[in-house]
């Protein structure tokens, strides 16, 4: 459907059918910008962003991609810019400027109002990984003294203006946090009620400095869909909403599965990240794996005499490191999500160790069992079928257990468990599998 209708606008802007072209564009916002997004040249961006009216215009560019609304910006007039930056929401506008030079947020802060102006400086004073970045100040603010009548009248006339009113938080007259009380409260309640009859005082909160992680998972956690963010003491200095946090998840998911995958984070999409930048983020952690994969070599080295003496011992490297990797691999990625979701914590160290011995030992008999009749039907040597077994089946337990603690430890020393990645276990289980796999066939076959 996209395809066909881009097609089609193309070939309007080119043949100049602007009535056409305003009868064929979708009626959401976010599909018009879908629709910017999905046109090829720059011209043809700016030219359907033009035909919008200027009441739709911000919240179609609110929903285009940050280097979208850099191009547009390039383009459009002062006072275009000017009545886009301060009608966009807080928020949005924060991550506008973040992605761009010093010189050219300067420029466009001085375009904004002086209380917009003063919005966007206190925000982006908050650390950069900060829940702070992420809020609007723009939200229904109560008083416990007053009326639902009252209340509701307000809501009446500042509600346009806000990013919410289904959740209005009520302060006192130092603008701390006292409670909170949903729009169907005040709707239902009776007019001469108070406020601080019907508000809900426990409230659930999160200080300004606190990471945009920790706010995601709190999101998660109560199934909200609006987050008060206050200070130190209490005061409220905005919300985040839903729709912020899972901007946050996504980035947090993607940079969770490039550390799994060994590949040190990418700041912008594939496409449009130089390839220099790949290159080097992809190849840091290879050539750390080169060098401790060169381990393995000096294993085998040491243990030239046995190989020698038994060359067919080196046929089954390769299914040893393969199985043990894989192993190790699953088991990471599985204790590496129940993390980072909080399955499990810190604390449950030796519940994951007891509960992967049982696995560990499960799988790897069955697999020393397999390993050892593969042997059998290639070799015809059962003295040999046993050495592969046992060896195969010790990795694999070994491989469980490393792959199980290691990120723990890691989230223990206050480190991102994401970076034992896959590769990384696998590798560390080479080593040590190939050394295991050595000296059980020297013990067995008295090498």
Known sequence: MWEELVSKIEDLIAGKKFLEIKRLLPKHPEDIASLISRLEKPFQRLFIFRMISPGRA????????????EELLASLTSQEIKNILNEMSPDDRTELFEDMPAELVKKFISFLSPQERKVALEI????EHSVGRLLTPDFVQLYEDMTVEEALAHIREVGLE????????VLDREKKLKGVVSLKKLVLGKPESKISEIMFREIIKVKVNADKE?????????DLIVLPVVDNNDKLLGIVTFDDLVDVLEDEATEDFEKIAAVLPVDKPYIEAPIFSIVWKRSFWLILLVVFETITALVMQKNHAAIQQMIVLTFFVPILVAVGGNTGTQSSAIIIRS??????KVRDFFR??????LVGLSIGGTLALVGGVIVVVLQKDWLLSVAVGVSMGSTVLLATILGATLPIIFRRL???PALMSGPLIATIV??????????????????
């Open 352 to 357: 994951v160790i007891s509960r992967e011995l």
């Open 124 to 127: 982006l004073n908050y650390p």
């Open 414 to 416: 206050n480190l991102d």
């Open 58 to 69: 911000i919240d179609v560019f609110e929903y285009l991609p940050v280097e979208e609304q």
């Open 339 to 344: 993390l980072a979701v909080g399955d499990i």
């Open 430 to 447: 080479d080593v040590v599998g190939i050394l295991l796999y050595f000296e059980i066939a020297k013990a067995i076959l008295g090498l």
């Open 162 to 169: 806000k990013e919410t009113i289904y959740h209005c938080y």
């Open 214 to 222: 920790e706010a995601a998972n709190i999101f998660k956690r109560y």
